[in-house]
């Protein structure tokens, strides 16, 4: 059973940084896309960003190029920085996989980000 592990959320002043990681645990297969969804309260899951194996990179639009999206395929590792966070941003992010030869996508146990004005 591939097992996703989040480190990274917290609270934060509005303007601050925060990084998240996700690290891949148990999987002999390769990683494909590796990302972050969030979902802030009352609203639906909404992308935050996305990397593919080689490399491409999909934001979602409230992104407005404060974040950034990196990946080590040796580690098995994704991270999400995060600048001039904003209230808006406060939500549960989740990390997520999606592995070679396999159709289902795997998720992490989410990170509480909570940015405060």
């Known amino acids: 059973q591939v097992q996703l592990v989040e480190s990274g959320g917290g609270v934060v002043q509005a303007g601050g940084s925060l990084r998240l990681s996700c690290a891949v645990d148990?999987?002999?297969?390769?990683?494909?896309?590796m990302g972050w969804y969030r979902q802030r309260e009352g609203m639906e899951l909404e992308l935050v960003a996305s990397m593919g194996e080689g490399g491409s990179t999909d934001y979602g639009d409230f992104v407005r190029g404060r974040f950034a999206i990196s990946r080590d395929d040796r580690k098995m590792e994704a991270y999400l920085q995060m600048n001039r966070l904003e209230p808006e941003d406060t939500g549960v992010y989740y990390c997520y996989v999606d592995l070679r030869a396999s159709d289902q996508r795997f998720w992490g146990q989410g990170s509480q980000v909570t940015v405060s004005s």
């Open positions: 148990k999987t002999r297969f390769s990683v494909t896309n």
